[in-house]
């Protein structure tokens, strides 16, 4: 430590005042920056040790907390590894969901005229098994579905048994027998009988899909467990004190790791589109799997150079019995009454061993009262993901109906399902923008632009991006000549470049909602749930999905006006809601990432001891 930093902090060494999650200040950690000796043992580990700080650095208090800006930690590169294996996964994704509407909704073209497709004409138009819009919507929503219920299983089964590494290696190779099979479905022979293409279709998706599903959860908490978790006030070259802090870290790593994400979905998309166009279904499928073949290499090579996270056993059952313990004690049969007991601010600090009588604590209490904090902050983070599928309904336009409302437009040579790409390419323009300036003059000038606010601020964005799409599709009713049956007259004289603001709108709204919950997840996560947070993160969307189910009659002439307004009105309505429902948890921002890790034991090593908030006998 520098002279400097030492004389700062002679005359304050006190560590930020912690609270509990209620936000009442009834319990604080002192954190003293000479201090060396670790919290007391119990099985040979430390029981109670705030990772958040380290020892040896300057520790910030109260008021630099308050006044001093925040900037990050380096990345270090095998971060970058770790986001370019999933560049490839969401390149091989995303390169072969891209052409699923077109493979499924339009007629197969050899079958419907008579002739092969003429790339070169304005209007081609690829297809395979002709289903129609409602068929394509249903599937592409199925799909929707399926990829974002799976990571629950995949989260468990990484927490619990296999840890995140092995978990993605395994669904890697799961993945890609998916991908084969998807690649068989879109052979010309197998086209040739629609109903077979339909069967190989529909298993390559499933399976596809259950890969995705074990590897999404898992990649994302392992990037960000790859940067230091420390915060500590260090001096610039220009003499300026800032606060090194890991939220700010985490942030900017997400950043980077979902451009790396949509430089693979604009590759994937772009070149897939083109090559149904020109040459036909199965090289779409075809190249994705080949390249995504591509990640078993860099996985193996770099195995050992990551930082593990090793699994702790079933995590989950005694958070859900926690939550429940909790409800239950407060039970009352007046509901209002209720309520006002499950929200006086005493609900988790109840249930802390600490509070509990020994002689009638229950026998799946093998954890200390740092753990009760950690799982109130994830079931408040999991609380917060709750409001995601009214803005996953935006979204989920994207690919689908989105797409549809191209086909009808003047198009000029351009394939209809191309548009969509312009989404990664505003994103892989605008996220360094906000990264590298708008974000860190946010910071200088004082303003702490923190996730909720970022999430609520992504759903006024698709809220914008759904209105202008509405508008769009009012014009093109106004302009066809079939009038509010615009898909039976494609080519209405508007060209398809007007979808432009939807798509940079949408762009733009990912960065606020999208990015901020893998962040939010993955801060507000208890060590050993990451994956399982963050697969409830993604299961919202999978909600989403089930919703839009529900919004099926809507995506269809002459009712599509009314499917985009209602999109508007419901992410508008949803964002509004959900920034009243928690400006009070936005303010505890600070206080909620710097709690002290918990530790949760076996039952078997739990002896006669009393459970104070470090495992310490009484």
Partial sequence: MSGDATDAYADDKRGPALVDGSGDPKRSLSVHAHETEL???????????????????????????????????????????IAFVELVERLSYYGTTQVFVNFIQQPNPGTSTGRALDPSADDAQPGALGMGQQASTGLTTFNQFWVYVIPLFGAYVADTYWGRFKTIWISVLTAIVGH????????????????????????????????????????????????PGRMYVRTTKKGERVIVDPAVTTARVYNWFYLFINVGALVGQLSMAYAERYVGFY?????????????????????????????????????????????????????????KHLHDGTFWDDLKPSKMNPATRPAWVTFDDAWVDEVSRGWKACSVFLWLPLYWLTYNQLNGNLTSQASTMALHGIPNDVLSNLDPFALIICIPICDLFIYPALRRAGIHFTPVKKIAAGFFMGSAAMVWACVVQAYIYKKSACGNHASDCPNVDINVWAQTGA????????????????????????????????????????????LGEAFNPL????????????????????????????????????????????????????????????????
């Fill in 283 to 339: 090289l779409s499928f075809l190249l994705p799997t080949v390249l995504f073949c591509a990640t078993l290499p860099i996985l193996y090579v770099c195995r050992d150079w990551y930082k593990h996270t090793k699994p702790e056993g079933s995590v989950l059952a005694p958070a859900v019995k926690l939550l429940l313990l909790g409800t239950v004690k407060r039970f009352h049969l007046n509901p209002v009454t209720w309520y």
């Fill in 180 to 227: 084969v099979i998807l690649t068989s479905s879109a052979a010309p022979s197998v086209i040739a009988a629609p109903h077979h293409a339909l069967a190989a279709f529909v298993i390559g998706l499933i399976i596809m899909g259950i890969g995705t599903g074990g590897f999404k959860p898992n990649i994302s908490p392992l990037v960000a467990e790859q940067i």
């Fill in 39 to 81: 919290p007391p043992l119990y099985n040979g580990e430390p029981t109670a040790r705030n990772e958040y700080f380290d020892h040896d650095l300057p520790i910030p208090t109260e008021e630099d907390l308050a006044t001093l800006r925040r900037v990050s930690e380096k990345i270090p590169f095998k971060a970058y590894t």
């Fill in 555 to 618: 995506s269809a002439d002459p009712l599509l006006v009314w499917n985009y307004g209602s999109m508007a009105v419901i992410s508008f309505v949803g964002g509004s809601l959900f920034w009243l429902s928690y400006r009070k948890l936005d303010k505890q921002e600070d206080e909620l990432n710097m709690l002290p890790t918990g530790h949760l034991v076996p039952k078997a090593q739990v002896e006669d001891i009393e459970m104070t908030p470090s495992f310490e006998k009484s």
């Fill in 503 to 546: 798509y940079v709108l949408i762009a733009i709204s990912e960065i606020f909602a999208s990015i901020t919950s893998l962040e939010y997840g993955f801060s507000k996560a208890p060590k050993n749930m990451r994956s399982l947070v963050a697969a409830f993160a993604l299961f919202m969307s999978a909600i989403s999905a089930a």
